[in-house]
């Protein structure tokens, strides 16, 4: 993972280039011109030769990872490229300092000038030995690190011969093995005997380690001779066309001695078209294991023809692009083993001389642990129990081997097959995304990882490169739905409009990507369980951090600490502030700290700051020298005052600063926010803003801020509604809009049209015929309105026919927004409505529903409805509902509820008003 390394510093010294020759005109660059200059030259030779070794490493492989030698040199080649990422974040901070401070600070305080000369003289001279050092690597490498060239020891055909290894241990696997797969298997057999003569093209999807193969292989021994031909053939990542035309011309000419022998001296164009015809007029089914790329699909797309005879192709892979080349409704989403199925699967290999394969009953709550550690991956549990069965059978060798599983699964020679087959996923992962991956296992065991986090923290740490006219976020979300489909993390839910929201990180790969962060110096977690050394470390992760096990030795070169609970010490933060100068990533969200050293100032590289849920009260004015920031959080803080210079943070894209004051949201002042000086429009970066307490003159400057995309104002008053629709017109990228009005009084009134918006929540009293007369609510202007919602809008007028025309719409809450006394939801409103909220509506006594209205709804939620006394009529008719929730009701009606036959095979959830 060496490569990581080396781009991360290629990528810093292509920014320090562009910022020297962006600024050579400046006084300051004619002064140390001839200095810069040849720095300039140096850092160009040395990102040359970097690029070099970084394409190279990229075409390595596993075949090294064990090899002494080679370790050994990729260790120095890590060094080489930490230091030099020191150097350009030193150049930067001197440069980068003296160009925003300008040259009449420097006539100020003359006595810099020779300080920041020396310094770069520095600089200089260490980016030569740099140099030199790269050169001694390259000459080290010709004479010590063995590269071997030769046809059968090549990068190609090792991979090709390690990926049917693995393919051969799954496909040898015993039918007992195959535990948890009873459905997969009989949707597998009837895709394969059902009468369509059809071509299909069937997909087994998964992450390494599920038993994509395994089931694929029992089911082609069960069904292949029911098919006129049948072949068998691994792709992996390397294969060969070539290779893999012959191996299927083998399996389905079987020993047709005169076919297979007047094939040996044909070209591939040859052999696609001998292949082609023959299968044309065949029934054939066809296994292609393990397809790493679309591109090896389409290779092959060419000879697996659609002959109208019932021909079948399975494929498995890890890959969701490929899996998506399969024939509608036929891909089977693998999944880990349910706790039971593991639990059996497990007894079986561990005890198979048992009766029933019974766990000894003291042995049962370490075997649980072990199991529970396993996390249903087949191949994993297979391994282990099998490992587990020549062990003693005594507590204390399966409590020792439970303590030591991670390090064994990482070390013991008996699971290389599962490192091989997780470390393939990674190791064939491009460089960009690596790093991601990378990064996430940096988090504790089944942490819930939240896209809008990862993205921000990606991109402070300069993970993510320029795509086109994308924005980096937008690029960054292409990232994660890239290792989604690679099944590098688990998609664990997605907001009601499809859109994906967290994630997890299966643990068994967790701890094999934990493990090469450590062994490459990427990042280390601190879980107060061990002494860690952070000698090279980059990035910390502190979790359960213990006092005494605190060290400051080490903590300079650190770019990124991320504490995860509030146990830091109180000592440390001063030293994160002083020691580590290139802090780039600082996230100390829940510390009690209250107040921020002046320091702050110093952290130059500094791109990410959070400081959520502490009892910081002030910000230090300091602040201001924070150019490069990126992302300032300061949720749930005490700070409701931003610094005068504040707004010179010209780069600052991300800004949250709200303190919630009812969890709930149903008050209309269920928050505050904060107020920003003098020159809100300095901040034309500003994507998001949540939450602004508007005044005058921030209303005057909001248009001038035109690349929001979520945005929430606070303290908003109707006077201020026609300027701030004149500023909305003007944000085109504006998706989320969160608009909370002074006081209940207050008219709001927006009129403007938000085509791409997708969220939208008003907090304040609407203006008679605001549902009919803004754009907002129209059919064209709301088309893509996915989340709406309507708090203390005092509506007379049933607001349903109006909204009805928001097709679009997934969640809909009204809170204290209606007056009257009926809603009525009729046949066909709001066909892709998911969720629903009805709060706080006391005169409402009358809930009627349609047949065909709400199609899709499946949770419906009704707080605080004082006046119903009935159950809503209709409610028989929401088919996909799975939870109905009826919150503050009288006894009474809870009474009715538990007679009322409509709501029978619904989860019903209720509180009783107090």
Not at 718 to 747: H, P, T, W
Request: hydrophobic fraction near 40%; aromatic fraction near 8%.
């Amino acid at each position: 993972m060496a490569e990581i390394v080396i781009l991360l510093a290629i990528e810093k010294i292509g920014i320090a280039l562009v910022n020297g020759a962006a600024n050579q005109g400046s006084a300051l660059f004619v002064k140390y011109g001839t200095q810069l200059l040849e720095l300039q030259r140096s850092m160009d030779r040395v990102v040359r030769e970097l690029r070099l070794m970084h394409d190279f490493l990229c075409q390595m492989d596993i075949r090294n990872r064990n090899k002494q030698a080679h370790e050994s040199w990729l260790g120095e080649v890590r060094k080489v490229a930490h230091l030099m990422e020191d150097m350009v974040d030193e150049y930067l901070y001197l440069v980068g300092r003296d160009l925003d401070m300008g040259c009449c600070f420097y006539l100020k305080k003359g006595f810099k000038k020779t300080r920041s000369l020396l310094s770069l003289n520095q600089i200089a001279f260490k980016v030569k030995e740099i140099e030199k050092d790269l050169t001694h690597l390259s000459e080290t490498k010709k004479r010590w690190v063995c590269m071997i060239n030769n046809e059968d020891t090549s990068s190609s055909s090792y991979i090709v011969e390690r990926s049917q290894d693995l393919a051969n241990i799954s496909r040898s696997l015993d039918e007992e093995d195959l535990v948890g797969v009873d459905k997969n298997r009989e949707k597998l057999e009837q895709w394969l005997a059902d009468g369509d003569l059809e071509h299909s093209v069937i997909a087994l999807l998964g992450m390494g380690g599920l038993g994509k193969t395994a089931l694929a292989a029992n089911v082609y021994k069960k069904e292949r001779e029911k098919f006129q031909c049948h072949a068998w053939v691994s792709i992996s990542q390397t294969y060969s066309i070539e290779l893999v035309l012959r191996n299927i011309i083998k399996d389905v000419f079987k020993d047709d001695v005169s076919v297979l022998s007047s094939t040996m001296a044909m070209d591939i164009v040859c052999l696609e078209e001998k292949l082609k015809k023959f299968l044309e007029k065949q029934k054939y089914l066809i296994i292609l294991d393990d397809v790493w790329t679309p591109e090896a699909f389409d290779d092959l797309s060419r000879v697996v023809t659609h002959n109208d005879k019932g021909s079948r192709l399975i494929i498995t892979t890890r890959e969701g692009d490929v899996a998506a080349h399969a024939s509608p409704r036929h891909t089977i989403k693998m999944e880990v083993l349910p706790e039971d199925k593991a639990w059996d699967l497990f007894c079986k290999k561990a005890f198979p001389r048992e009766t029933n394969h019974e766990c000894p009953v003291e042995l049962k709550p370490l075997s649980e642990q072990i199991v529970n550690k396993c996390k249903g991956l087949p191949l994993v549990i297979v391994l282990v129990g099998s490992l587990l069965c020549v062990r003693e059978k005594t507590v204390e060798e399966w409590r020792r081997i439970n303590d030591q599983l991670s390090w064994e699964l990482n070390n013991n020679s008996r699971f290389d097959h599962i490192r091989n087959v997780l470390h393939l996923s990674v190791i064939y992962l491009p460089t960009h995304l690596k790093s991601c991956f990378l990064y996430c296992s940096l988090f504790r065991e089944d942490y819930l990882l939240r896209r809008k986090q990862l993205v921000r923290l990606w991109i402070a740490e300069g993970f993510i490169e320029e795509r086109g006219e994308s924005t980096l976020e937008e690029v960054a979300e292409c990232y994660l739905r890239e290792l989604v489909n690679r099944n590098m993390l688990q998609l664990v839910e997605r907001n009601t409009f499809g859109r994906m929201r967290r994630f997890r990180m299966h643990d068994i790969l967790r701890d094999l990507a934990a493990d090469l962060c450590k062994k490459n110096c990427f990042g280390v977690t601190y879980d107060g369980e061990c002494e860690e050394s952070l000698q090279d470390v980059r990035r910390l992760v502190l979790q359960k951090l213990k006092k005494d096990n605190h060290q400051s030795s080490g903590i300079h070169q650190l770019r990124t600490v991320i504490t995860l609970d509030n146990s830091m010490p109180s000592s440390t933060i001063p030293l994160l502030f002083t020691e580590s100068r290139y802090m780039t990533v600082l996230e100390l969200r829940g510390l009690p700290i209250e107040k921020i050293p002046d320091a702050i100032g110093d952290l130059f590289n500094l791109r990410h700051l959070s400081l959520r849920g502490s009892k910081v009260k002030m910000l230090p004015k300091s602040i201001e020298k924070l150019s490069n920031l990126l992302t300032l959080d300061l949720y749930e803080s005490d700070i409701h005052e931003l610094p005068s210079g504040f707004v010179k943070l010209k780069k600052l894209r991300h800004l949250f600063a709200e303190r919630v004051i009812d969890s709930n949201w149903r008050e209309l002042a269920s928050c505050s926010g904060v107020h920003i000086p003098n020159g809100l429009g300095n901040l034309i970066n500003l994507q998001t803003l949540q939450t602004l307490e508007l005044e005058d003159d921030s209303v005057r400057h909001l248009g001038e801020l035109r690349q929001f995309r979520s945005l929430r104002l606070l303290n908003v008053k109707g006077i201020y509604c026609r300027s701030i629709s004149e500023s909305l017109v003007k944000m085109q990228y504006l998706s989320f809009l969160d608009v909370i009005a002074s006081d209940e009084n207050e008219v709001l009134l927006l009129n403007v049209c938000q085509p791409n918006l997708r969220k939208l929540t008003l907090r304040g009293r609407l203006a008679e015929g605001a549902l009919d007369e803004s754009p907002l609510f129209q059919a064209a202007g709301g088309q893509n309105l996915y989340d709406l919602s309507l708090f203390w809008s005092q509506l007379r007028e049933d607001p349903l026919p109006s909204l009805s025309r928001l097709s679009n719409l997934t969640r809909l809450d009204l809170t204290r927004a209606y007056n009257g006394e009926q809603l009525a939801f009729l046949t066909g409103w709001f066909p892709k409505l998911k969720v629903l909220y009805l709060y706080d509506m006391p005169n409402l006594s009358r809930l009627d529903i349609q047949e065909g209205a709400m199609a899709s709804l499946e949770r419906l939620v009704l707080t605080n409805l004082s006046s119903m006394t009935e159950v809503p009529a209709g409610i028989e008719f929401l088919l996909p509902l799975q939870y109905l929730g009826f919150h503050e009701i009288s006894s009474d009606f809870l009474t009715l509820l538990r007679r009322c036959s409509a709501i029978k095979g619904t989860r019903v959830g209720y509180s009783l008003r107090d």
